[in-house]
């Protein structure tokens, strides 16, 4: 078996299901020794945290959390270390894409978005590097956008805005926390096979790899980003869209 992640502990948010889930999945599957799968859907999270420690045997612990309330993001963290001796790696993918129109985006339809999507992703960056700053050890991988790049498809401004403000944070991280042998990396994924893109219309037309993307194509991404294979990258956001957007 691979051990590349032996020793190491993560907080993986939105891990309830989709490219989140499969994420941890794959560090476990790489030998991750514990992981805090944080959701707002408690009931999926508690499932999918059984699924792992029995197919897999990685410690595996369900948190029930909205990103968008500061004080589950401190509870989030404080359960996490009673659970695990250390944090080394977090994943941010907790995310809501809301697809409506501009005339109907008010404020609050628009903070709604952006507390969840980009605040709630900053509010555990503060959490964990915490800890990380005093181990001298992190990997954080946030998960953008190609709307990031591109603007939203059929995402609502918000969505794009919010998720173009992660991919500049990241690069804010990237830049003090480096310091502190603290890794900050995007990953900004098209149209992939979840829950979130389920009934909508989207087609392979156009993708030079012929065919929209599956969650396995982001989480290796994000396991890469997250092993030391990477520790020379910093503050980049990592494009996978099977061609369809070439930087
Ligand atoms: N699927 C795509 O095409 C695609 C493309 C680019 C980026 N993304 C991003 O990937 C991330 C994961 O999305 P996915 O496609 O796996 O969809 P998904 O709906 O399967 O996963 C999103 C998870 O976030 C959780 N969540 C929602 N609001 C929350 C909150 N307030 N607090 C805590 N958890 C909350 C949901 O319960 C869900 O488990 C999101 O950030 C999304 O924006 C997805």
Redesign the pocket.
Known sequence: MNKEFEGKYAVV??G?????YEAAKTLAKKGLSGVVL????FE?ATESAKKLEEEIGCHCYPCK????NPEDIEHLFEFALEKMPAVHILIN?????PTTPIEDLDADKWDWCMN??LR?AHLCVREAIKTMKKQKYGKIVN?????ARIGGIASSVSYAAS?GGLLSATKSYAKVLGTYNINVNAVC????N????ANTNYSAAGIPLGRL?E?EDVAEVIAFLASDASKYITGQGIDINGGSYMN
């Open positions: 948010t939105g309830a299901g989709g490219i989140s944080a959701d707002l859907n999926q959390v909205d990103v968008s993918g907790a995310g809501v894409c969840i999507n709630g998960i953008s956008s190609v709307a998720k994924p098209s149209v992939i979840t829950n979130m893109t993307g969650t």
